[in-house]
């Protein structure tokens, strides 16, 4: 079992930025990425972007060139900095993580983080 905790979330006005930060613990050997994902009212969960253990990264389209991913192995830590954060980014924010064990895939969710942009 791998457990994910979020922190991070907030209130900032269109144009600002914030940093999520979702550490992990637990069965972290077998996580071989980690990432963010975001569901807004109404909305299906979206990826918004992921790290592999090796360090390659994805983005969705809109969020490239605003958003970075980044991890901490020491820390067994994962970030999303957001910058020049719109209303449209406006969502709860899910820390995912991407673990293998024998062969078969485990998906792992934080709670959850409320991000809330304010035009």
């Known amino acids: 079992q791998v457990q994910l905790v979020e922190s991070g979330g907030g209130l900032v006005q269109a144009g600002g930025s914030l940093r999520l930060s979702c550490a992990a613990s637990?069965?972290?050997?077998?996580?071989?990425?980690m990432g963010w994902y975001r569901q807004a009212p109404g909305k299906q969960r979206e990826l918004v972007a992921a790290?592999?253990?090796?360090?390659?990264?994805t983005y969705a389209d809109s969020m490239k060139g605003r958003f970075t991913i980044s991890r901490d192995n020491a820390e067994n830590t994962v970030y999303l900095q957001m910058n020049s954060l719109k209303p449209e980014d406006t969502a709860v924010y899910y820390c995912?993580?991407?673990?293998?064990?024998?062969?078969?895939?485990?998906?792992?969710w934080g709670q959850g983080t409320q991000v809330t942009v304010s035009s």
């Open positions: 995912n993580a991407v673990g293998i064990r024998v062969g078969v895939r485990y998906d792992y």
């Open positions: 637990g069965s972290i050997f077998s996580i071989t990425a």
């Open positions: 790290i592999t253990s090796g360090g390659t990264t």
